[in-house]
T-cell receptor, first 114, second 110 residues
């Protein structure tokens, strides 16, 4: 089954404790992206990757890191999480020919930072 | 500033009616527009894309694009309770990023 998977789905952590949210897709998509979704602010793009070893900042990259060492994986790293990073996070992917627009989204990761 | 604006709703329509969702954008250079549907607690899913002025129909859904007036709309005919969701308008910024509107919450009442 073609899908984007994220782990963990739910995470409660404390301020300053490094964490990684994994994202993997099995569709051989070149483009991958991370979003956060907050009430009243909608979906905002954090980082995106056009292909392996190619990443770039989105609208809200502060406090986040990403890497793209393999085509299928695009982990999101929070080196020192803070309460304002409490949010719902989505990973997404799409075919290169479709640009960043026709994306498949993962199920989401709900992160709480206390 | 490049923005996508949507009425947050909720937009309430009776079952069987036509639901009309609208989105305005500020960047005249925008070329492609997309509608995503998001059920509560779930991830967004693409339901319509439109690239040129006019209408595009897919089943009960019709997307309308008017570049001169800078708006895009989504019509849902014969609305069903299962259409109750938040609808997100989005567009390309001639680059590699995607900008989403805040979404319109649709409620279809039986």
């Amino acid at each position: 089954e073609a899908q984007v998977t994220q782990n963990p789905r739910y995470l409660i952590t404390v301020t300053g404790k490094k964490l990684t949210v994994t994202c993997s897709q099995n569709m051989n998509h070149e483009y991958m992206s991370w979003y956060r979704q907050d009430p009243g602010l909608g979906l905002r793009q954090i980082y995106y990757s056009m292909n392996v070893e190619v990443t770039d900042k989105g609208d809200v990259p502060e406090g986040y890191k990403v890497s793209r060492k393999e085509k299928r994986n695009f982990p999101l790293i929070l080196e020192s999480p803070s309460p304002n990073q409490t949010s719902l996070y989505f990973c997404a992917s799409s075919l290169r020919g479709r640009g960043p627009y026709e994306q498949y989204f993962g199920p989401g990761t709900r992160l709480t930072v206390t | 500033q490049k923005e996508v604006e949507q009425n947050s709703g909720p937009l309430s329509v009776p079952e069987g009616a036509i639901a009309s969702l609208n989105c305005t954008y500020s960047d005249r250079g925008s070329q492609s527009f997309f509608w995503y549907r998001q059920y509560s607690g779930k991830s967004p899913e693409l339901i319509m894309s439109i690239y040129s002025n006019g209408d595009k129909e897919d089943g009960r859904f019709t997307a309308q694009l008017n570049k001169a007036s800078q708006y895009v709309s989504l019509l849902i005919r014969d609305s069903q309770p299962s259409d109750s969701a938040t609808y997100l308008c989005t567009w390309n910024n001639a680059g590699n990023m995607l900008t989403f509107g805040g979404g319109t919450r649709l409620m279809v009442k039986p």
